[in-house]
């Protein structure tokens, strides 16, 4: 476990050093200058020369590179120009509203794929089983922007039962956060139930054609013993790193998310510093967003350990 621990850390720092390269040139290399974004178009060149030059946007770009590179070993991720104050406080500011969409559809997804799996796995000649597979695939396949308009146009625009833009902290009104949350949350869980269910289910399947649960059943364990007892707990294995996977994507595309439903978490806060050209936000975002994606992971993968000894063996 320690050995999974210690190439989980290596690999995380792997993937920052990689991601914060590939961002710090993509942005770079896109035409456009962050001064002319702050100043306005009415800028002179003379403000503008002044204002590139302090930010040290006139020097060569692998000399910029090798500060901002510095600078991050040393955990300093630059200021924003946006918010006038260091990136990390910013981000540390804005990561609630994110974490709650990301872990509350996670967990939603989670309860509600259990059962539909294991009824579609158990009874694969029912009405739900037929159903399982178109649904799943349209679930997958639908845009979570498209879905987000819909949901705001009938709950928002026509019946108007629930507001369509803002966040409540559940520190002030947790009644009223609940709200802000329903319709992110269900446009999130779309997609991720959809994909829980159909790994569940081939999961599943696989476990009630095993050896052992015939002898369980000869032996005359009931049929919901069977299930729940003996072969969820299996076919749960593969659906923890599914898991893991689906809660890091959730953190990816959140922008989406909170761009339409205007929450002020880690997506918005991308968007802005995109938007306003702020190259050390939108790098600063990326970063934390990959240590999230990794750590999670890293959880996963040692409970995974923790709940299949062979792997241990191995």
Do not use: C
Not at 135 to 149: C, D, E, K, Q, Y
């Amino acid at each position: 476990m320690a050995g999974l621990v210690l190439r989980r850390i290596r690999d995380l720092v792997i993937v920052l050093f990689l991601v914060g390269t590939a961002m710090f040139f993509i942005i770079h290399l896109i035409p456009g200058n962050p001064a002319i974004a702050l100043l306005g178009p009415y800028a002179t060149q003379e403000q503008i020369a002044d204002l590139t030059a302090s930010l040290g946007l006139d020097q060569p770009l692998f000399t910029q590179y090798v500060t901002w590179l510095g600078n991050l070993v040393q955990g300093d991720m630059g200021s924003s120009l946006i918010f006038a104050q260091p990136v990390l406080p910013v981000i540390l500011d804005h990561v609630t509203p994110t974490i709650l969409l990301a872990l509350g559809s996670t967990i939603i997804s989670a309860v509600i794929a259990v059962p539909l799996a294991i009824h579609a796995a158990a009874k694969p000649r029912s009405l739900w089983a037929r159903m399982v597979t178109p649904v799943t695939a349209f679930g997958l396949a639908m845009p979570s922007f498209w879905l987000a308009l819909v949901l705001v146009l009938v709950f928002g625009v026509i019946f108007q039962v629930l507001p369509t833009s803002g966040y409540v902290d559940f520190g002030s009104d947790p009644g009223e956060a609940v709200k802000y949350l329903v319709l992110p949350i269900v446009v999130l869980v779309a997609h991720q139930a959809a994909l829980f269910v159909a790994t569940l289910r081939e999961s599943m399947s696989g476990e009630l054609l095993s050896l052992y649960l015939r002898s369980a059943r000869a032996k005359g364990v009931r049929e919901r013993g069977v299930l729940y007892r003996h072969a969820l707990p299996n076919a749960l294995l593969p659906a923890i790193t599914v898991i893991g996977s689906s809660f890091g994507n959730v953190l990816g595309g959140v922008v989406v998310i909170e761009t339409v439903f205007s929450i002020p978490g880690w997506g918005q806060l991308l968007y802005n510093g995109i938007t306003s050209r702020d190259y050390q936000l939108i790098i600063g975002v990326t970063l934390m967003i990959a240590v999230v994606y990794v750590v999670v992971n890293l959880i996963a993968d040692l409970l995974y350990l923790v709940a299949d000894p062979r792997v241990r063996v191995r």
